[in-house]
């Protein structure tokens, strides 16, 4: 079971490696990398199984475990 700040933080690695898949699949120059997308689509969704398997428990203070 994760307080809100934990799940939070794991909202954030996902988000950040959506910007990353994003940033590489749409380079303004050159070619983009396929695997390197690959991988961080498989990263991505990774993630949002842990993310949707947690349990969020709502009375943990912020701070406090």
Do not use: P, W
């Amino acid at each position: 079971m994760h307080n809100v700040e934990q799940y939070y933080r794991k909202i954030e690695v996902l988000h950040s490696r959506a910007l990353e898949l994003h940033r590489e699949r749409y380079k303004t120059q050159g070619s983009y990398d396929k695997n390197k997308c690959q991988e961080l689509v498989a990263d991505i969704k990774y993630l949002a199984s842990l993310i949707k398997a947690s349990e969020v428990d709502l009375e943990v203070e912020f701070g406090k475990q």
